[in-house]
């Protein structure tokens, strides 16, 4: 498995959570950026959350700017979505992707993980 996303669960709307990624070592060699994605039942996919490996650069969909934070792990070959004031309009299913380059679409997914928010 190349990325195994994991974390989600139910939570209460303004509640928090984590959600991780885990790299194999050759996708965490050969990726430029690691980005998380979300997709709600009948909506297209949508960017959440990007970040160069360095960890210099990281951004953000609008919807989720000042609540949501993107890290990792580079020894452990791990991204983390951190995930605050969370809103039923959150809910979705929640994927970690990857590539290679700034000038390459994100190529390599993992299976999702489900994140429901309740009111």
């Known amino acids: 498995v190349q990325l195994q996303a994991s974390g989600g669960g139910l939570v209460q709307a303004g509640g928090s959570l984590r959600l991780s990624c885990a790299a194999s070592?050759?996708?965490?060699?050969?990726?430029?950026?690691m980005g998380w994605f979300r997709r709600a039942p009948g909506k297209e996919r949508e960017f959440v959350a990007g970040?160069?490996?360095?960890?210099?650069?990281?951004y953000y969909g609008d919807s989720v700017k000042g609540r949501f934070t993107i890290s990792q792990d580079n020894a452990k070959n791990m991204v983390y979505l951190q995930m605050s004031s969370l809103k039923p309009g959150d809910t979705a299913v929640y994927y970690c992707a990857t590539r290679a380059s700034e000038s390459r679409p994100y190529n390599v997914w993992g299976q999702g993980t489900q994140v429901t928010v309740s009111s």
């Open positions: 070592r050759r996708t965490f060699d050969s990726a430029y950026e």
């Open positions: 970040i160069v490996w360095s960890g210099k650069n990281a």
